[in-house]
């Protein structure tokens, strides 16, 4: 099982939206909705900002949102802020030999 | 508040073993599934393996890297899940961080703990 596809860097200005794409195969990405998003600082744990493909946990902010489209997956944040510089994970469930798999991870810089 | 507190990393030679701890509260343990996932220097998050709750047979899934050297396992009384690490290897260098699963999401990480193999 292959990680999932994204972009190794994002940037954008404060107040702009950016988006980060995920992509799999219809084994993973493409065949449920059990896409999640996750959010690293440097040295710290990932926190889980989208679950489902669209669905933020209690405290994660609206401008964090997520959708899917065939086999690719993507977070968009909206505003962007300096306290989203970060790295990012997409996840999937898979129906392949391991359940779960992550993406390559994009690093957000906020310019 | 859920919590999760890893233990038991620290500097291992290859082909020692070595395990780690992760201590729940917050919630009741027994009922969710738990999960590791490790991070390798600078790289990115590899999944490792997984424990169902005894409601499902407590059963365990684990990646392809660490079949048949890694072994998880769980004490519901004592709210504790275990990652059993033997053979290691350097490439097994990372931090190893101990997960809540709930269907399809990793909804709560400890803080992580460093293993270093290395002779």
């Known amino acids: 099982q292959s990680a999932l596809t994204q972009p190794a860097s994002v940037s954008g200005s404060p107040g702009q939206s950016i988006t980060i794409s995920c992509t799999g195969t219809?084994?993973?990405?493409?065949?449920?909705?059990?896409v999640s998003w996750y959010q690293q600082h440097p040295g710290k744990a990932p926190k889980l900002m989208i679950y489902?493909?669209?669905n933020r946990p209690s405290g994660v902010s609206n401008r964090f949102s997520g959708s899917k489209s065939g086999n690719t997956a993507s977070l968009t944040i909206s505003g962007l802020q300096a306290e989203d510089e970060a790295d990012y994970y997409c996840?999937?469930?898979?129906?392949?030999?391991?359940?779960?798999?992550f993406g390559t991870g994009t690093k957000v810089t906020v310019l | 508040e859920v919590q999760l507190v890893e233990s038991g990393g620290g500097l291992v030679q290859p082909g020692r073993s070595l395990r780690l701890s992760c201590t729940a509260s917050?919630?009741?343990?027994?009922?969710?599934?738990m999960s590791w996932v490790r991070q390798a220097p600078g790289k990115g998050l590899e999944w490792v393996g997984f424990?169902?709750?005894?409601?499902?047979?407590?059963?365990?899934e684990y990646a392809a890297s660490v079949k048949g050297r890694f072994t998880i396992s769980r004490d519901d009384s004592k709210s504790i899940a275990y990652l059993q690490m033997n053979s290691l290897k350097t490439e097994d260098t990372a931090v190893y961080y101990c997960?809540?699963?709930?269907?399809?999401?990793?909804?709560?990480w400890g803080q992580g703990t460093l293993v270093t193999v290395s002779s």
């Open positions: 424990i169902r709750s005894k409601a499902y047979g407590g059963t365990t």
């Open positions: 996840s999937s469930y898979t129906s392949s030999s391991i359940p779960y798999v």
């Open positions: 917050g919630f009741t343990f027994g009922d969710y599934a």
């Open positions: 997960t809540r699963i709930r269907v399809g999401r990793f909804d709560y």
């Open positions: 489902d493909v669209s």
């Open positions: 219809s084994s993973d990405v493409g065949g449920y909705n059990y």
